[in-house]
């Protein structure tokens, strides 16, 4: 296939489509349609993010290079946002757009209201990224018969809009302006320089992190056992909701850690993504000094171990989070907490998507090596 084709992938929830009719896949289809009628050239749009071919085509430029005609529309929902898969797909295809400045290349299309979006949750990277691209709001479109003119013309623009990306990409770029030294782009060494400060404190903010589960852990056992003990001296419901009101008491300093070191962790993970690419860049472009070739491998293995073990950390968290929804249901006085250390907990979570890159990435130098980051 060539690169420059249009591509793109249509990322929703396979429920939604079934209990809305197979709307959702149609407007895929019908957006396709359109751009190619306005264009003359076709739009290959990929919609079922289960199949062999839209996982080849998925890796092929998420992990080459992603170009300017290559886009990601994701069909906002609440189901999409309860999704893992979809929650992986906008944050790894973002990240990678906004590395090289091609952010447009995200289209959200807002299918049906989602209170987050409306309150902005700002602790909620994906929320972030949606609120902060023009979506396309189709919550009332989705109602309109699809023959109708409104709904038509909706889709129109839509196509229009998209054309209009590929022909400003395809537009020369003006000459090239002269780089103030200032402006050179950092070389392995000054990289590395800044890694090994970045590294440490992300490693330090997963520690915190997860002593702060801990001790909602505990705080949530010492409860569970002072309600047992309430319920056989006779106390009843009232004594629950006692204990429930000390729990949020005590849950109140942990949760608002967990807030912010959750914020810290997607701010020290962006700063490590973008170095991880710059040095492994610096050492695909030539010949490095052998030094600092032989240190920037050995960095990039002492990664390797960081990654396996935020790895291990975000499994346990999977199962954390599952018991923190269930928790969050039992009390009004704890919920507002729970659902603070729930969306911290969605922070790290959302994390995997990036750490699993850096683990290709690493795999991927391996081999070139001969089996050995350290290798000669």
Not at 16 to 30: F, H, K, N, T
Not at 83 to 96: A, D, G, L, P, Q
Not at 249 to 256: F, I, K, N, V
């Amino acid at each position: 296939m060539n690169a420059e084709n249009p591509v793109g992938f249509w990322s929703y929830s396979h429920r939604d489509d079934e209990l809305d009719g197979g709307r959702i896949r149609r407007l895929a289809e019908s957006i396709a349609g359109e751009f190619e009628l306005i264009t003359g050239e076709r739009l290959r749009v990929f919609v079922d993010n289960r199949s062999i071919s839209w996982g080849e085509v998925w890796r092929e430029r998420i992990n080459t290079a992603l170009t300017s005609t290559t886009f990601l529309i994701p069909v906002i929902t609440p189901a999409f946002l309860r999704s893992k898969e979809c929650r992986r797909e906008v944050t790894t295809f973002s990240r990678h757009a906004e590395n090289l400045g091609l952010q447009q290349l995200l289209l959200p299309i807002y299918y049906s209201n989602v209170p987050q979006l409306r309150d902005n949750a700002a602790n909620d990277e994906l929320i972030s990224l949606i609120t902060a691209r023009q979506r396309v709001d189709w919550r009332e479109l989705r109602l309109e018969d699809e023959t109708s003119a409104r709904y038509r013309r909706a889709v129109h623009e839509l196509a229009v809009r998209l054309s209009g990306i590929v022909e400003d990409a395809a537009t020369p770029p003006p000459p090239p302006v002269p780089v103030d030294e200032g402006d050179d782009p950092p070389g392995v060494l000054e990289t590395m320089a800044e890694m090994e400060s970045a590294l440490p404190a992300w490693q330090r903010t997963i520690e915190n992190f997860t002593a702060a589960v801990l001790e909602v852990t505990e705080l949530s056992s010492w409860a569970t056992g002072e309600m047992e003990r309430s319920d056989a001296r006779g106390a009843g419901f009232s004594g629950r909701v006692r204990i429930a009101q000390e729990l949020a008491d005590r849950l109140r300093a942990p949760a608002e850690e967990m807030e912010s070191l959750g914020a810290k962790y997607t701010d020290e993970l962006h700063t490590i993504h973008a170095g991880i690419f710059n040095l492994l860049r610096g050492l695909e472009s030539g010949p490095q000094e052998v030094r600092a070739e032989r240190d920037a491998r050995e960095f990039l293995e002492q990664l390797g171990i960081l990654i396996d073990a935020a790895k291990g950390i975000n499994s346990h968290l999977e199962g954390f989070a599952g018991e923190i929804r269930e928790a969050a249901g039992s009390s009004r006085h704890i919920r507002p907490l729970m659902n603070t250390v729930g969306a911290a907990v969605q922070q790290v979570l959302d994390g995997r998507s990036v750490i699993g890159e850096w683990r290709r990435a690493l795999d991927g130098l391996t081999d070139e090596a001969g089996g050995a980051l350290g290798g000669e």
